[in-house]
């Protein structure tokens, strides 16, 4: 097939199968997210992101991110260390390169806890409404009413810090808008005509939530997901600050600055590199989730 | 549903949400590893020692009952004794409290003063470059570590520019010079007259309040903007502008006025999260407020401050929910007359 006939085969306005419609929509999605620059700029970060994690120690030497070398404590920049050494004598260009790993382990770790958390609540708060329904949103109301990082602190302080319980402390905080989200998805489509076809046909319950009603929800929790990325990332990071996160010698972006503080004044660049590393990466996260937001809402007018 | 029968809901959802508060530090007090019989009898106690001691306390009641206990001590105001101070817990945080007030008070002020114009300037002048500036702003803004940003400030304005001054709420020389009536400094300051001690803390207060102002402007004005472009997109804007109203005041008067309904809301949360912001802030600044007391009780294992001060926070929340719930038909006279 020729490249314009493959454009407009992606782009008939009246598809001759269910698999043309489908990859004809992503394409239009596509097309609508590449013409926003802010938008790719966004996604080519957090492409980047990925890449360095994986690549890392391709692109550092991994005994350099902990290593510590005491003579060469606190060196500014240099060709042996782009980034300067920190009070340890630890190379900053390969800390911060492993950090990356660090901080998208626990944003997936958080995703993959609220996600199904917060679809395990609202769906079926959602459709079966009733007393059902207030007992679970009654319980969301109630995690939304909480502080975020002062909770994670409270959980920090009695299961004590570690990268683990600081994901279980974002995920506690962070579900409830999801359990909302899917509730308010779900409600408008219940008494859609193609769940009361399927439950003509017999369908379960678990089958309409599961088979016809989940699917639908998993974009905007999935938008929603992106647009929290910066936001899950800078507390994590807050975590870390105060101590609470991922623990020494680990290569924590929040920790390393917190390392750098006593050394601010003389040796900027150790508080300061670590910080720029969270700032474009949640710069990134909040560009690209905003354009897939766009595209989504321009999709529903 | 009647004013009052909305009221009473409203009030209802917060008791709920107060238990929920309460269940949860209670759980977090209990799942600690610590063993708190343990700590108190030592290592070397005979088995009825630890016995005697663990009914003493009440540890071998059922959980509801202890619950129930607990709920009783903490409505009497009564969050236990810090272990660092060995002041009542409440005492410390009615101290420091102020501290952390003033410096988020001032942060909400900049941030409302400075993110609503900036947000209705933006959504008027859409696509342009004014928007595009102000878009850019607040995108750095709420994506920048506060603690991060503390930091960078005083390397810049304190360390290198000299204008500002230091970590701290006052300079050593300037303490306990002026009577504490309100707790907030800079106006304890001003009621006694004392010119010095005034100028001294405001220099301590500037860019503490001027970085978690700027928190809040980011996200006030990305707000402003969405409420304004969805007020700007009504018939009644075009029947205005279509009556010869000066665009102007329809754009100020006109639209702003009616997405201060749903600012109203947003500018709780934004309180509210300043009041979180402030544990990260007071750290980096060294301010003595409520956040940093946490940050410090945390690290020596005083879980009794630590949950005081989760409960003093998750309060306030729910106190700031509260006021926009019923400060909502006071500003939108529509959720009056269909209540």
Known sequence: ?301 | MSAVRRVLRTLFSVVLTFLGLTMVTFFIGRVIPIDPVLAIVGPKASVETYARVRAEIGLDLPLPVQYWRYLTRVLHGDFGTSVITSQPVLQDMLNVFPATLELALLALFIGVALGVPLGVVSATQRGRWPDHLIRLVSLFGYSMPVFWLGLVGLLLFYAKLGWVAGPGRIDVGYEDLVPTVTGLLTVDALLDGNRDVFINAVQHLVLPASILGYLSLAYIARMTRSFMLGQLRQEYILAALAKGLRPARVVWVHALGNAWVQLITVIALTFGSLLEGAVLTETVFSWPGLGLYMKNSLFNADLNAVLGGTMLVGFVYILLNLVSDLLYPLVDPRARSRA
């Open chain 1, 1 to 301: 097939m020729s490249g314009a006939g493959l454009r407009a085969w992606l782009l008939d306005p009246v598809p001759a199968s269910r698999r043309q419609a489908r990859i004809g929509r992503w394409y239009r999605a596509a097309l609508a997210f590449g013409g926003n620059g802010l938008a790719m700029a966004g996604l080519l970060i957090v492409l980047a992101l990925v890449l360095i994690a994986i690549a890392a120690p391709l692109i550092a030497d991994p005994q350099a991110a902990t290593l510590q070398s005491l003579t060469d404590r606190l060196q500014p920049a240099s060709w042996a260390h782009p980034f300067g050494t920190d009070e340890l004598g630890r190379d900053i260009f390969a800390r911060t390169v492993f950090g990356a790993r660090i901080t998208l382990t626990i944003v997936a770790l958080v995703g993959l806890i609220v996600v199904p958390v917060g679809l395990g609540i609202g769906l079926p708060a959602g459709y079966f409404g009733g007393a059902v329904d207030a007992v679970l949103m009654r319980l969301t109301d109630i995690f939304l009413a909480f502080p975020r990082l002062v909770l994670a602190l409270a959980f920090a302080a009695a299961l004590g810090p570690g990268i683990v319980n600081a994901v279980v402390a974002i995920a506690l905080t962070t579900w409830p808008p999801y359990a909302r989200l899917a509730r308010a998805e779900t409600m408008t489509r219940r008494d859609a005509e193609f769940v009361q076809a399927a439950v003509l046909q017999g369908a379960s319950r678990a089958s309409i939530l599961f088979r016809q009603i989940l699917p639908l929800c998993l974009p905007s929790v999935v938008i929603r997901l992106t647009l929290d990325m910066a936001g899950i990332i800078i507390t994590a990071a807050g975590l870390g600050f105060l101590g609470l996160g991922a623990q020494p010698p680990a290569p924590e972006w929040g920790a390393m600055v917190a390392s750098g503080r006593q050394v601010l004044l003389d040796q900027w660049w150790v508080a300061t590199i670590p910080g720029i590393a969270i700032f474009i990466t949640s710069v990134g996260f909040n560009l690209f989730g905003d354009g897939l937001r766009d595209v989504a809402d321009a999709r529903g007018a």
